[in-house]
């Protein structure tokens, strides 16, 4: 609890907001972690990746590997 009240507060600031203002709004009411470890494949010629989906959290880290082929949708773009 207390790393992700600290992650909104950071975030609010960097934001332009009052430090408190995510925490204030209700975003640290339910925190969850959720990570998802996909290793490299050792053929990746034979591997077709994950179907189109949306990540349903508020804030979510993305670590794209030198690997490649991460894309991120938004509006539409």
Partial sequence: MKLGVALFELLSEALGL???RLNDIGCSERL?????Y???CPE???SMG???HSDDGFFTVLLQDRL?????LCQGE
């Fill in 18 to 20: 009052n430090p408190s």
């Fill in 68 to 72: 490649g082929g991460l894309q991120v």
């Fill in 44 to 46: 990746p010629e034979l």
């Fill in 38 to 40: 996909f290793p490299e």
């Fill in 32 to 36: 969850l972690i959720l990570g998802h």
């Fill in 50 to 52: 994950t179907t189109k």
